[in-house]
């Protein structure tokens, strides 16, 4: 009976893990790009050159030097070397469109079981240069206050710096904004990147709401998969990352395989248990046939 239950465990946990993958290709298919367009089409002139190049791979300039919500002198190379990170380039004075972004951060991971300070690390950089570490302080305060997990002071950076340290790493992230002198204002889009342990920019997720699933996935694979659980990378086996649309997509055949490979073993579970209790019968019929097991007397 407890071969059978388990059996039974396998088969659901399986079931519930191609399930898993078949809800979100459905989601994949259901979800639709919108048709590209001229990204310079009815631009103000201003504008013409905002915008965020994807520099996959490429290795952050981790000897720059910022200072941090304390106005402690630090490099970028104190925040590297064990976990993953979340790279974000706003500014604190922002009215509007920054503090969409560190909200839309926030809520992500608040769904995520993962906490900032322990498995991963945020790092948000002021693109202002008269942005003080005042300045960084008030904010940090305001999005630990919405976080809401022990040790995230020591995990989420808020860092201030000079014009020639944030063009530096803004033309590494590509990250291209303007000031806009009338307004007092910087122009900019919104952008959040995931950032390997090395230093390597692995991921980018526009826009201010972020999927936690995606953000998830991402976090599992910069760290090289040494967070997550058996089914995240089983999620991951299903999904890869499209950097065209900064989602996690269906891979069909994977999916295909997957099952297959689940069937197979299942099939061959039941066949092993069923041949081993089949032997079991004959040596009970033999046991039965030679005297109900007693010892005859001569």
Same mark, same amino acid.
């Given at each position: ?26 989601r994949a298919q259901l979800y639709s790009e919108p048709k590209a367009v001229d990204a310079q089409q009815g631009k103000p002139p201003m504008l013409q050159n905002i915008g965020i190049d994807q520099r996959l791979n490429q290795q952050l300039p981790l000897n720059l030097e910022f200072r941090d919500e304390n106005g ?73 206050? #919405? ?20 063009? !530096? ?46 953000? #998830?996935? !991402? ?29 996690? !997509? ?6 295909? #395989? ?17 041949? #081993? ?22």
């Amino acid at each position: 009976m407890k071969k059978w239950m388990a059996i039974r465990s396998l088969q659901a946990a399986g079931v519930m893990t191609l399930l898993l993958c078949a809800s979100g290709m459905a989601r994949a298919q259901l979800y639709s790009e919108p048709k590209a367009v001229d990204a310079q089409q009815g631009k103000p002139p201003m504008l013409q050159n905002i915008g965020i190049d994807q520099r996959l791979n490429q290795q952050l300039p981790l000897n720059l030097e910022f200072r941090d919500e304390n106005g402690q002198p630090v490099k970028l190379s104190q925040y590297f070397g064990r976990k993953p990170v979340i790279l974000t380039m706003v500014y604190y004075t922002c009215p509007m469109l920054c503090g969409e972004v560190l909200s839309g951060i926030a809520s992500s991971l608040g769904v995520i079981n993962f906490n900032v300070g322990r498995e991963f690390d945020v790092i948000s950089v002021s693109i202002n240069p008269q942005d003080t570490p005042a300045d960084a302080q008030k904010k940090k305060q305001l999005f630990l206050q #919405r976080y809401r997990r022990p040790g995230a002071s020591e995990g989420w950076h808020f860092l201030t710096g000079s014009q020639p340290a944030i063009d !530096s790493l803004a033309k590494a992230v590509g990250f291209h904004y303007a000031y806009d002198a009338k307004s007092g204002q910087y122009a900019h889009s919104t952008a959040i990147m995931v950032v390997t342990p090395e230093g390597k920019l692995a991921q980018y997720f526009y826009g201010i709401e972020y999927s936690p699933k995606d953000l #998830r996935l !991402s976090l599992i694979e910069a760290s090289k998969n040494k967070i997550g659980t058996p089914v995240d990378q089983v999620l991951l086996y299903c999904f890869h990352y499209d950097p065209s649309t900064g989602h996690y !997509s269906a891979v069909v055949m994977n999916i295909v #395989r997957l099952a297959g490979a689940l069937t197979f073993v299942t099939l061959g579970l039941f066949m092993t248990i069923l041949f #081993r209790n089949e032997k079991r019968g004959a040596r009970r019929r033999s046991w039965n046939s030679n005297g109900n097991g007693r010892m005859r007397r001569t």
